[in-house]
């Protein structure tokens, strides 16, 4: 129940259903608020308990200063929490072991149990191994099954074991097309309130439903955990940066080329820690479906969020897509009544303004290593050329002849080059060479959720098989859309088989290649790749293409649309200007260029229009966490405490609760440390946290094969992630991690120095050494760090790798609350300062001191730190009192046991 201090306890009639609201307008200043801060005030008012939110925590959110920094520390309380399985499974198992852990402390294991909503949706685990066949999505389910049963069971435990928990099952869709096409509510209604649906994820790309007005950002799986339970999540009023649209697209412009042109601009202006709202006469022209798809890049720009206020064009959608009338009217007039309808000519008070005419979008790509850095479709091939001098041997680059005669590298228009026979499986002899497009994936939460670029992909395809194209023979083609409802409409269409010409046969309902799990390439053509050491690309529709991320054997990545996907699967290389080169002949030999195959926007949106209707969506939904027959016959133990099977490599009782007391030690300073990693700028949560193949010589591998696994049945460490032996031996491993401290080296090595002159040693075993030792760890790096992913287990391997502290020169926000989170200590070096100013080698003992100063209740500003013979004041990145109290308890979780027991 509310304090209800400013009387904002009132009701709205729609229908004849009655709700109870909280009204805004009783909140001075609530009115010249941006939408997102509107929504904040709405939950501070409706959960005002006098303690943790109060009257003045409301008043200062309506007296929000827009060109303060922030510094008002708040309480919000997310109305649920959505999860994909990688991240998802950890919180299940988190939650299964606090159970116990409560009843080891002589608690009641009930009282862990989601407070919100929680929902899960598998979608992570299908890799597409088979593809270019009409059976390929079946085979990869049978796959699927096979190698993730015991998580499967356990989440179907999980399932019967917990209230408010639900599973969507396997090969139905994408967590967050999912979410806006049938979880979202836009508007909530529990226990008679009618509230702003707001949500957190454990998947940073959460944001995408921020295109359907909902605030909801991604967090670590230990803050969704805590969410879950009842707990509010810690934040600072943001600052929120305006961004105008103006004008509409100009045909022949997708809504990918948009969102990479936004995420260029708002990653160059800076907006990590800050929501972005869009407003103006352009919002009013952007189609609901490419709102979601730039909510969905939030974390490529860096914001938290990435949201559009409500209006007409989000009442079509809910329509659309099957929810009830009394919901859709509820929508229209809660947003009416509360002042968070759009007003296409209103100028709301930001922080920050910026601004974009729709018409100047120009056709692009982002590339070869971050969402970030677009690329002029028509400069693509030129930037090529340049970027790819990064990825050859030295010896290739200088044109030196120290390769056997044959292997000579050539020159072709000054690319290097390196043309490479393969003979595939069936006989077929093809070359391949630098640039080679070796996957062409039309995958990811996106774009598969955008009709618009879907189409738009597949009358690509028709044209093209019209053409008598076809794909090259070394692309690996994929078609991985986020929901049932996408297929139903390229069946309806009659896209379906020009698709399947092309190979771009469905492989399966899931992230696929965006979230690495693009399967092997043909053996024969990774083979030749990795024997000539070639530089081969991927082109895929997908918000991720970090270094390592998307096949072992690519190294440079492509985001591109949908219907370039297509294109440039037919084109097979990155050295093809195709805006300007034919990308194939004819059935009589003619050339064929991109502009004969570009189908116009009259004819995408007629399919559009006729081949998507509501009924899809209700079809699809209509049971959508019963799941089929296979999901149904798993069988699952009973009880609300999990059997544990000690033989499990999927799932595992991690060890955090080990020992734990009812009351939490004090802080420490941190003394005799060593670093385990000195790391360079814009370091990902990708490069920290374990993602993608597990190979058999690294420690994660022989673990395994320790354990008895195969080879081949390995799976990825995504699947793995309720198993910490697995996790922790992964974590710092990405195959392009580059550690300073051990130099020449690439991949999850340090210097072991525990030992004589400190070896170079797999990260794992030297922190085992350290850690048998007593020796506590750092990490030392630049700018960003954290970025990408809100990776849970990028702060749960750090901590359990014995990492105390890391120092760097910034942060990306999810991972610093995470490492938080897991009582690691994040420190910033001072300002303008950086390891390599300060002469820091890695090879120092450090200690640092005023860390205590925590148990006194407060928060130090900085804290000395000694390395060697250097000495210098970080500032400690605790940012507010609730991260303070994590911090003091040695993480969240036990913050969160500790609380409900005392209930």
């Known amino acids: 129940m509310s304090a209800n201090s400013f009387d904002a306890r009132s009701t709205l009639q729609v229908g004849d259903e009655s709700y109870e609201i909280f ?48 510094s008002q520390e708040i309480q919000f ?12 499974v950890p919180c299940v198992v988190d939650l299964a072991t606090m159970r116990e852990a409560v009843k080891e402390l002589g608690g009641d294991p009930a009282k862990i149990n989601p407070l919100a909503p929680a929902e899960l949706v598998i979608d992570h ?33 999980g399932q019967t074991a917990f209230d408010e928990f639900k599973v969507v099952p396997p090969g139905t869709g994408i967590v967050h097309q999912v979410n806006i096409e049938h979880l979202a509510r836009t508007v909530m209604v529990r226990n ?20 359907l007005g909902v605030l909801g950002w991604g967090v670590g799986g230990i803050e969704a955990e805590a969410a879950m339970l009842g707990q509010p999540v810690s934040m600072l009023i943001p600052r929120v940066v305006g961004f105008k649209l103006t004008g509409e697209l100009k045909p022949g412009t997708t809504a990918t080329d948009l969102v990479l042109t936004i995420t260029e601009m708002l990653r160059k202006h800076g907006v990590v820690g800050k929501f972005v709202e869009f407003y103006g006469e352009g919002v009013a022209a952007t189609s609901l479906a490419n709102r979601a798809t730039i909510g969905n890049m939030s974390p490529e720009f860096g914001s938290t969020a990435a949201i559009f206020p409500i209006d007409d064009e989000t009442l079509n959608y809910l329509k659309l897509t099957g929810r009830s009338e009394q919901q859709v009217a509820l929508v229209e007039a809660y947003a009416k009544e509360q ?20 018409s100047t979008v120009v056709p692009s790509i982002a590339g070869p290593k971050r969402p970030q850095d677009r690329i002029v479709l028509a400069e693509a091939a030129e930037q090529f050329a340049q970027d790819v001098r990064n990825y050859v041997s030295d010896d290739e680059e200088a044109g030196k002849e120290s390769f056997p005669a044959s292997d000579a590298p050539a020159r072709t228009n000054g690319v290097p080059s390196k043309p490479t026979q393969v003979v595939a499986a069936d006989g077929s002899v093809f070359e391949i060479d630098h640039g080679a497009v070796t996957v062409a994936a039309i995958t990811s939460c996106t774009n598969t959720s955008n009709p618009y670029v879907m189409v738009a992909a597949a009358l690509v395809a028709k044209k093209a098989v019209e053409k008598g194209l076809t794909r090259k023979p070394w692309v690996k083609t994929t078609l991985a859309p986020g929901s049932k409802v996408v297929t139903d409409y390229f069946d309806k269409a009659g896209l379906t088989p020009y698709l399947d010409k092309l190979g771009f046969n469905l492989v399966g309902y899931g992230c696929t290649t965006c ?41 440079m990545n492509y985001l591109a649309s949908p219907p370039l996907v297509v294109a440039y699967a037919i084109a097979g290389s990155m ?104 790391l360079g700028d814009s370091v990902t949560t990708d490069h920290i946290s374990p993602a993608g193949a597990i190979k058999a010589d690294t420690p994660a591998g022989k673990y395994l094969t320790e354990h008895g696994v195969e080879r081949r049945d390995f799976n990825s460490y995504g699947s793995r992630r309720g198993n910490h032996e697995v996790m922790i031996r992964g974590t710092f491993a990405n195959i392009r991690l580059r ?82 989170g897991m009582g690691v200590l994040p420190l910033q070096f001072p300002e303008g300062a950086s390891a390599q100013s300060l002469g820091l080698t890695g090879e120092e003992t450090f200690s640092i001191t005023g860390i205590t100063a925590l148990n006194d209740g407060g928060i130090p500003e900085t804290v000395k730190v000694k390395a060697g013979d250097v000495e210098f004041d970080a500032k400690v990145r605790i940012d507010t009192p609730g991260e303070a109290d994590y911090y003091r308890n040695g993480g969240i979780m036990q913050y969160v046991l500790r609380s409900l027991i005392r209930k």
């Open 575 to 678: 050295k093809v200007n195709i805006t300007e080169e034919a990308i194939g002949n004819d059935t009589e030999g003619n050339p064929v260029y991109l502009k004969d195959i570009w189908p116009s926007e009259a004819e995408v949106n007629d399919v559009v229009a006729n081949a998507i209707g509501q009924d899809m969506f209700s079809k699809s939904y209509e049971d959508v966490f019963a799941g089929d027959a296979q999901w149904q016959a798993l069988p699952i133990p009973t009880g609300n405490t999990f059997e544990w099977d000690a033989e499990s490599t999927y799932v595992r009782k991690p060890p955090y609760f080990e020992g734990m007391q009812m009351e939490p030690s004090p802080v420490e300073d941190i003394a005799g440390a060593r670093v385990l990693a000195k």
């Open 23 to 70: 009204r805004l307008d009783k909140v001075e200043g609530a009115a010249r608020l941006p939408y997102s801060l509107k929504v904040l005030l709405e939950n501070l008012l409706r959960t005002e308990d006098g303690a943790n939110i109060t009257a003045d925590h409301i008043r200062a959110l309506g007296n929000w200063d827009s060109q303060a920094q922030p």
């Open 339 to 358: 002042g968070l309808w759009l007003d296409p000519a209103a100028e709301p008070d930001f922080s920050e303004k910026l601004e974009l005419d729709l």
């Open 125 to 157: 685990s299908v890799i597409a191994d088979k593809f270019g066949t009409h059976d390929a999505f079946t085979q990869n389910v049978e796959l699927e099954y096979g190698r993730n049963k015991e998580r499967y069971q356990f989440l179907r435990w």
């Open 77 to 88: 309380t997310p109305a649920r929490v959505i999860m994909q399985d990688f991240t998802g």
């Open 515 to 555: 979230i690495g799990n693009s399967g092997p390439l043909d053996e024969e053509i990774s083979k030749a790749i990795n024997e000539a050491d070639l530089a081969v690309t991927s082109v895929l529709s997908g918000n991720r293409n970090f270094e390592g991320r998307i096949n072992p054997d690519v190294k």
């Open 739 to 820: 550690n300073q401290i051990a130099p020449g080296t690439e991949g999850g090595f340090t210097r072991d120095f525990t030992q004589e002159d400190g070896p170079v040693s797999f990260i794992y075993d030297a922190s085992q050494n350290y850690q048998a030792a007593g020796i506590p760890l750092v990490i030392l790096a630049g700018k960003e760090y954290g970025s990408g992913s809100s990776r849970d287990w990028a702060a749960k391997g750090t901590a359990l790798l014995g990492v105390k502290a890391v120092i760097a020169e910034s942060y990306e926000r999810i991972h610093r609350s995470n490492l938080i």
């Open 192 to 211: 008679g309130q009618a509230y702003p649906d707001t949500l957190v994820g454990t998947d940073s790309h959460t944001t995408m439903v921020n295109g």
